[in-house]
Structure formats: C-alpha cells, structure tokens
DNA sequence: ATATTATTAGAGTAAATACTCTAGGAGCAA
DNA sequence: TTGCTCCTAGAGTATTTACTCTAATAATAT
C-alpha cells in the first residue's frame, strides 16, 4: 500500500474514531508508522486529507452503488440498494456526522459534495419511478407528494446512523436493517 | 444580566456560527467583553459552558412545548407544537450539528440527553393516541408500524434543520413549514 | 556508474489553546 | 471603619498544533 493510502486510512479510522477535530495531523503521522514531514510530504495539510477521503466516498457513490442493469428492478434490489448506501455511509460515518461543519469550512468541497449528491438524488427519482412503471409502486398524482416522499426518504437514508449513535445504539446489520425497514414504511401505503 | 448568563449567551452565538471546536475560551471571553480569569472564575472549563447550554435546552424542552392543556389537540396543535419544536432546535443548533461528537466527549451529558430525550419521546407518543382516541388519525393496527411511524416523524423533527443547513438552504419559517410539511405526509394516509 | 528525482525522517518553530495565579476592586455586614 | 466574600482583570505557562526545513536515502533514468 502507497504512503498516501496509508495516511488516507490512518486518517479515516481515526476520524471515524474520535472526530477530525481530535485528530491532528501529528496523531495521524504516528498512527499510520511515518514522520510528520513524510504527511506532509503527500498532503498539503488536514483540509487536503479530508478532501481526498471525501473523494473517495464520492467515486464510491459513483460506482458501488448496485442498480440493476440486466433486468427490471423488483422490491429486493431497493432493498439492496439501500442497504449498501448504509454500509458506505458507515464507512464514512466521521463525514456525515460533521457535514454542517465540514461543509463550510471548506467551499469547495461543499460545492462538490453537493453536486454529488444530487446525482444521487436524480438517480433515486428515476428509481422509484422505475416502480412505479413496474407497478410495485402507485404514486400519488401530485408531483409535489412524490417529492416530499422523495426527501423523506432521503433524510432517513442520511440521518438513521447519525441517530443510531446518538442513541448509543451499536451499529451493526441488524440496526441497518431497521433503516431500510423504516424507509419502506414511508413507502408502504403505497406499495400494490 | 449577569456575567454568567453573558458568557453563555456568547458561547451559544459563537457555538451557533462556527461549532465549538473552532470556538476557544479566550475566544468567548474577548467577545463576551470580559478577561479569561473572569470566565474560569464561573465555569471550570469548556465541557461546564457545553454542559450548562444543553442544560437551558433541557429546561427549554420541558416547560417550553405548547402542549395544551384546556381542551382536546387538534391538527392545528400539532402544528404548533412542530414549529416551537423546530424553533428550539434552531436556537440551539450547533449541539444538533455536533450530537454525536458532544454526546461521546460527556457520558454525563449523554445520560441527561438520552433521558431528556426520552421524556420527549413518551409525550409525542402519548399525543399521538390522543390523536388517535379523538378520531383525527387512523392508526394501523400493529403496534410495531405506530412506532415506526413514530421514529420517522421523530428522525425529521431532529434533523430537518440540519440536512438544510447540509443543503445550504436558508433556515427560515417557510423552510421550518416544510418540515412540518414532511411529518405531515408521513401521517397523511393514515388521516382520516 | 552517475545524475536526477521521489521519498522519508526528524528536529524545530510560531501561534494558539486551555487553564492558573495573583492582586485588586466592589459590595455588604458588623 | 474594618473585615469578608464575591467578582474581575490580565499577565503568565505548559502543552499542543499545524506546518517547515534540511539532510539523508531509495528509486529510476541515462
């Protein structure tokens, strides 16, 4: 594994761990087994490291996502597909829990992530009107329902892990598994 | 007003608009318009001024919710009763930003939190049957999907504010309406 | 082999941070 | 007045933080 990988996962576990701003970039170069200089070598400073990690939940959203291309999608892909969002979420859990934060103290990275996500977004609106051509789903007529369900939905997808650790509930599979319970509840009075 | 409550009301406004990390005790002392010697004289450290801000909100939780008391809630109560609730939030916002962090660092503030909270969560249950008896909403028969639904309009009220904010989207009345909005549609197929 | 470039270690530093200490006023009680 | 407690200012400090600099070593190209 290359130093600057090395930093990256150094970085995440123990931003994940204790919150990037217990971490400072000496915690990070004795962690990960290198000198300060060499950190510094490879990132400019503490924001650069955040900005590649973000990075890199970026392309995973890009790409881990798994969308069904060979066949029409049924119930149990969304339940797939929500439940690696959960997963990739978690691996980046240090991002989300600080977003407000992150976000503006850093403007660029602001303007990237929100791009990002509303791709997501784009991508999920299609989704679920995929359903609702399949007819596992009937809608509402008002547009303006759909997309309120829409941002519910969403909001539960971004928050239901932040809210598991607030409770001091330990996150596991099971705990996911009540996220995508709770998303198909919104859903269920229009499921066919 | 005293120069307790000043170094308060500071800390919350400085807190508010660049999270606590950012913020230092010389930092609030200087806008607060008083020495450093003078704010450790009344609080012993940082954690105590966090503390005793969550505390204000605690109190604000417990007698400030427009529950009424005269005669049977109605839609319109609950509404009212959203609103205040995001107003709350909104005037204490950096420790919803920052919940998990704060709560981790404090296992005594976690404790008080998860118990405020609980209380909280009881009496939005209880009001839900109210709701219920009183034939505004038609709950579903299994006990286990009233207290999804529950979670759900519980996870928008905690987090509306915050994923605006992600959003970059102004916070303002209208912004708080759509919040209640988006509980609203959760419960609207079960409205009668 | 030699030159060049890419990495690395580690000592060092200016600034900031949380917090302490001392001395002095302000109000009040006897 | 004298004493006492409460409150306040501000200088001072040990530690930490982000980051720099230099010199040495590894890798690669010619």
Redesign the pocket.
Same mark, same amino acid.
């Given at each position: 594994m #290359? %130093? @600057?990988e090395k930093i990256l996962d150094t970085a995440l576990t123990l931003f994940n761990d204790q919150g990037t =701003? =217990?971490? #400072? %970039?000496?915690?990070? =170069?004795e962690a990960a &087994?290198? #000198?300060? &200089?060499?950190?510094?070598?490879?990132? @400019?400073?503490? *924001? *650069?490291i955040i900005r590649a990690l973000f990075q890199r939940l970026f392309d995973t959203w890009d790409n881990g996502l798994p969308f069904p291309h060979d066949h029409q999608p049924t119930l149990a892909d969304l339940k797939t597909i929500i439940e690696t969002n959960y997963q990739i979420i978690w691996q980046y859990r240090f991002a989300y829990r600080e977003l407000v934060a992150l976000l503006r103290q850093d403007t660029e990275l602001r303007k990237n992530f929100l791009a990002v996500r509303q791709r997501g977004f784009n991508g999920f609106h299609e989704l679920i009107h995929t359903f609702s051509d399949a007819g596992i789903i009937h809608l509402p007529d008002d547009p303006k329902a759909i997309h309120e369900l829409q941002e519910i939905v969403w909001l539960i997808s971004e928050f239901w892990l932040t809210n598991l650790e607030v409770n001091g509930r330990s996150v596991n599979k099971g705990e996911m598994q009540n996220g995508v319970k709770l998303m198909l509840r919104v859903l269920q009075p229009y499921l066919v």
């Open positions: #290359s %130093t @600057r =701003a =217990a971490v #400072s %970039t000496n915690h990070i =170069a &087994g290198i #000198s300060p &200089g060499n950190l510094y070598y490879h990132f @400019r400073n503490k *924001e *650069e």
